[in-house]
């Protein structure tokens, strides 16, 4: 089942203007990541944020975590042609058995014209 | 290190046959996860495998089976296959149950004729 829904499914923008993509969850976390998927192809692990944690930044990407709202949003500065690709949130549970489970979001196609 | 791969990339099957994937993880990792991604489903975890045992199961029938050996290598399988199980397969590893990121592979995309 899906943990997370995304907001918005899509998003058109021009190269070099911000793109922000919204994620909401259900259960109590242990952290939230974001993945990327460029057409159908396998997810690139962009960045990991703690449940304790509320910003974290990695080059041109800036996540917010609020776990009271049970949100978190993915900014992309300065966007390029090369970041049109869909967009992944994923809540990391620990399982009684040990090892995590990731729920993914139902994802955000961004696409960055040039 | 080499990240992780999975074979085949692409297959074709009719309904009723059934189809073993398979997964090297990144060197050193020790977990593998596979998952299904489908367009009405969206990606949606199968099981988990730590030192050849099966920790952790999604909520998939029966048909969906998977092992792994003593390097790590994981393999799944898909008996009597329907044409719902066309989807793309992902496998995903990380080092130990105390990892939190999980490293994907470039997924088998499966078709069901």
């Not at chain 1, 994620?23 to 242990?30: D, E, F, L, R």
């Not at chain 1, 930044?57 to 500065?77: A, E, F, N, P």
């Not at chain 2, 593998?32 to 988990?48: A, I, K, M, R």
């Not at chain 2, 393999?75 to 939190?100: I, P």
Request: glycine content about 10%; charged content about 20%.
């Amino acid at each position: 089942s899906q943990q997370g829904e995304e907001d918005p499914q899509a998003l058109s923008i021009q190269e070099g203007e911000n793109a922000t993509m919204n994620c909401s969850y259900k259960t109590s976390i242990n952290n939230l990541q974001w993945y990327r998927q460029n057409s159908g192809r396998g997810l690139v692990h962009l960045i990991l944020i703690r449940s304790n944690e509320r910003e974290k930044h990695s080059g041109r990407l800036r996540v917010t975590l609020d776990t009271s709202k049970k949100s978190s949003s993915l900014l992309i500065t300065a966007s390029r042609a090369a970041d049109t690709a869909s967009y992944f949130c994923a809540t990391d549970e620990r399982l009684t058995g040990g090892g995590n489970k990731l729920t993914f979001g139902t994802g955000t196609q961004l696409k960055v014209e040039l | 290190k080499a990240g992780v791969t999975q074979t085949p990339r692409y297959l074709i099957k009719t309904r009723g046959q059934q189809v073993t994937l398979s997964c090297s993880p990144i060197s050193g990792h020790r977990s593998v996860s596979w998952y299904q991604q489908t367009p009405g489903q969206g990606l949606q975890f199968l099981f988990e495998y730590f030192s050849e045992t099966q920790r952790n199961k999604g909520n998939f029938p029966g048909r969906f089976s998977g092992r792994q050996f003593s390097n790590s290598r994981s393999e799944m399988n898909v008996s009597t296959l329907e044409l719902g199980d066309s989807a793309l397969y992902l496998c995903a590893s990380c080092e130990d149950s105390l990892s939190d990121t999980q490293y994907f592979g470039p997924g088998t995309r499966l078709t069901v004729l």
